[in-house]
């Protein structure tokens, strides 16, 4: 292992956040720190604290919780929104607050509309605030290569000697080169006389689909940080992914020769995590952690990998934390045998989770008997909701057919009550959505469904991601619903939805 450390800056909950139709909840954003946190990243951005009242909870609440990893808010270089960032992270053990201004001539004129002299100034200004409260401060250079380099290296100059010990140069709109960027780093290197008071972070965006050979080229020439997120999620392309990072510094060490600090066989965890609760599916063929990153379809490959795994594999399923061992459970195995599985997937649960957990899964085996480590996935995350289930469902009935109008017979509980409706509808799950609403009171407007079979057999478990809009909170709600009736999986998903929307009420 190599010396020179590279740290890892996660930015899932803040640009990763920022996806279009990601929308995470308090909950979920502090189920996702802590596993940042178990896969080792040196730097959390739980958010930008003066977006709205929930973000700053939510940074707030981060800071409360993790122990491990710096915590770090986004804020412009105004007072209102660096106290605002302060106050956010003031409760974390190691916290960092992060401001930004451009500097590219495009942003400097025509978005902010102030001279070059005043962007100094508010920039050194700001950095200066900022440490009052907070020891550590960085300072992004927002659209960093798109500036004029020497005007860059005043900025990175005068922010140092205000305060700043991390210098970030990202690269907003995925616009620079490999070549290019390590040049620019190399001149900030070069030609800014404080630089080494001071770390430098590199930012990448994937508009070019280069975000992670950028980031990776900045390493080369010196840089210190890696801004990055889970399944390189974020504004428009997305930012650098995280595990292609992490993965191509500790497989092709001879060329990078640095480390870092992440446990790599937390990846998949995080990565499964970070989709199931943004509802941004995971590309099949994605590296490090796609379906078919580790799967060998021809005949030449298969038979090589038999031989000898390395002649087509360069890092192990494992090294990811992918389990490759094939154990399948059935109906005859017991309790102790799915609690045994269950550690070794890496799942942490109470007695009563478990064995709520097991009577579904001898439900489930009983239907499909042969249970595999996806389904077992599939009925844990059902189990661990990040919001409470106001109301669940007790029984469902639904006739639908060639030549019926669909109906659906409802029957829910909420806190010990029960409450029953009946609707018709233009299908089957049009149906059910209607009594759930009637029941409810709570009326949403369906933005995207999707139903996909979790394993390959016809027994097996189906999942529903619904997205709702509901007007009277102005808000777009991801719901999840697992079963093997694919209309149960879907009544639970839009379940799941009204009653993450009636935490708004
Ligand atoms: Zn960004």
Request: charged share 25%; aromatic share 6%.
């Amino acid at each position: 292992m190599s010396s020179r450390i590279v740290k890892i800056f996660d930015t899932t909950l803040r640009d990763g956040e920022q996806s279009p139709g990601a929308s995470l909840n308090i909950e979920e954003k502090i189920a996702i720190a802590k596993q940042l946190e178990k896969l080792g990243v040196d730097v959390i951005e739980a958010g930008f604290a003066a977006a709205s009242p929930g973000d700053f909870e939510a940074i707030n609440t981060i800071a409360k919780t993790i122990k491990n990893s710096t915590i770090a808010s986004l804020s412009r270089t105004v007072k209102p929104d660096i106290e605002k960032a302060l106050e956010a992270i003031k409760p974390a053990s190691r916290k960092r607050l992060h401001t930004f201004i451009a500097t590219s001539p495009i942003h400097v004129e025509k978005k902010l509309k102030m001279s070059y002299e005043a962007v100094l100034e508010a920039a050194v200004e700001a950095v200066k605030y900022a440490r009052n409260g907070c020891e550590e401060v960085e300072f992004s250079a927002e659209d960093a290569t798109r500036s004029d380099w020497d005007y860059l290296c005043k900025v990175v100059e005068s922010v140092i000697n205000a305060g700043a010990s991390v210098v970030n140069l990202p690269d907003t709109v995925g616009y620079t080169t490999p070549v290019e960027y390590a040049d620019l780093i190399k001149y900030i290197k070069n030609n800014v006389p404080n630089i080494d008071k001071a770390e430098i972070s590199v930012h990448c965006h994937n508009d070019l689909g280069m975000a992670v050979a950028n980031s990776l080229s900045a390493v080369l020439a010196g840089a210190d940080q890696i801004e990055c997120t889970i399944n390189g999620i974020g504004e428009r392309a997305g930012n650098a992914s995280l595990e292609e990072i992490v993965m191509a510094i500790k497989i092709r060490n001879d060329i990078y020769k640095v480390s870092t600090n992440i446990n790599t066989k937390e990846i998949y965890r995080a990565s499964r995590l970070v989709s199931k609760l943004t509802g941004i599916d995971i590309q099949r063929n994605k590296a490090i952690v796609g379906k078919n990153a580790f799967a060998h379809e021809a005949g030449i490959h298969q038979d090589g990998v038999i031989k000898e795994k390395s002649t087509y594999e360069i890092m192990k399923p494992e090294d990811v934390g992918i389990d490759s061992s094939s154990l399948v459970l059935g109906k005859h195995s017991g309790k102790h045998g799915l609690e045994k599985r269950l550690i070794e997937l890496g799942y942490q649960l109470t007695k009563e989770q478990i064995e709520d957990i097991f009577e579904k899964f001898k439900v489930l085996a009983d239907k499909k008997k042969e249970v595999y480590d996806e389904d077992l996935h599939a009925l844990v995350e059902d189990k661990i909701k990040f919001s409470p289930s106001l109301y669940e469902i007790v029984s469902l009935q639904v006739s639908s057919g060639t030549n019926i109008t669909p109906t659906a017979t409802i029957k829910l509980s909420k806190n010990g009550e029960i409450f029953e409706d009946a609707a018709l509808g233009d299908g089957p799950v049009d149906a059910v959505y209607k009594a759930l609403e009637r029941i409810t009171f709570v009326k949403g407007q369906l933005k995207f469904y999707e139903i996909k079979s979790i394993t390959e057999s016809r027994e097996a478990l189906g999942e529903a991601i619904v997205k709702v809009y509901f007007a009277n909170i102005d808000k777009n709600i991801l719901g999840r619903g697992v079963a093997t009736d694919v209309i149960e999986a879907s009544a639970k998903a839009y379940l799941d939805a009204i009653n993450k929307a009636l935490m708004y009420i």
